[in-house]
T-cell receptor, first 108, second 115 residues
Framework: RKEVEQDPGPFNVPEGATVAFNCTYS??????FFWYRQDCRKEPKLLMS???SGNEDGRFTAQLNRASQYISLLIRDSKLSDSATYLC?????????FGAGTRLFVKA | NAGVTQTPKFQVLKTGQSMTLQCAQD?????MYWYRQDPGMGLRLIYY???????DKGEVPNGYNVSRLNKREFSLRLESAAPSQTSVYFC??????????????FGSGTRLTVV
């Protein structure tokens, strides 16, 4: 089983749509959880941390379910600029594993 | 701007040549990392340095060496480049330990082609 599993997509959505990404992880020792976004041919950038209580940052909502080892990201009112690859990143210690991510295309 | 600086941004090597990729951060982070990313793939950890003076292997260390020169700088060396090392290399830094809570900051990458 892969350490991080995400639907690779691509997700093609119109502007204004709501889209959700899911991720499962296998390492139950993971202690911190993040979503990163990566634009084409660019470096990953930290989007938000993920907490069990759920957290929201503008149009973005992240949720963690430790019991199910499941992380989600919800994007509301999608913008063209949201087009990117979204990486789910559970971490524990120093050997952080990044999956290939989920590709999102937002169309006008 | 504060952050992680990588040099060079682009490099073409011939098979068998050596080179060093440089990385420096000015955020006073204790841990630093080197990843490689092949087309359509996730990032794979090559080496990391939990703190100044320590380095450890990641998933794909073969063919690479690293040096944590001081708290700010972490270099990656290819002693004898091979075409399989053609990739984009990212350096990252973070505040890490038993419970890393702040995520990593990445440099803009080095695009390396070995012919």
């Amino acid at each position: 089983r892969k350490e991080v599993e995400q639907d690779p997509g691509p997700f093609n959505v119109p502007e204004g749509a709501t889209v959700a990404f899911n991720c499962t992880y296998s390492n139950s020792a993971s202690q911190s959880f993040f979503w990163y976004r990566q634009d084409c041919r660019k470096e990953p950038k930290l989007l938000m941390s993920v907490y069990s209580s759920g957290n929201e940052d503008g149009r973005f909502t992240a949720q963690l379910n430790r019991a199910s080892q499941y992380i989600s990201l919800l994007i509301r009112d999608s913008k063209l600029s949201d087009s990117a690859t979204y990486l789910c990143v559970p971490t524990g210690g120093f050997k952080t594993i990044f999956g290939a991510g989920t590709r999102l295309f937002v169309k006008a | 701007n504060a952050g992680v600086t990588q040099t060079p941004k682009f490099q073409v090597l011939k098979t068998g040549q050596s080179m060093t990729l440089q990385c420096a951060q000015d955020m006073n982070h204790n841990s630093m990392y080197w990843y490689r990313q092949d087309p359509g793939m996730g990032l794979r950890l090559i080496y990391y340095s939990a703190s100044e003076g320590t380095t450890d292997k990641g998933e794909v260390p073969n063919g690479y060496n690293v040096s944590r020169l001081n708290k700010r700088e972490f270099s990656l060396r290819l002693e004898s480049a091979a075409p399989s090392q053609t990739s984009v290399y990212f350096c990252a830094s973070g505040v890490a330990g038993k419970n890393p809570t702040y995520g990593y900051t990445f440099g803009s990458g080095t695009r390396l082609t070995v012919v």
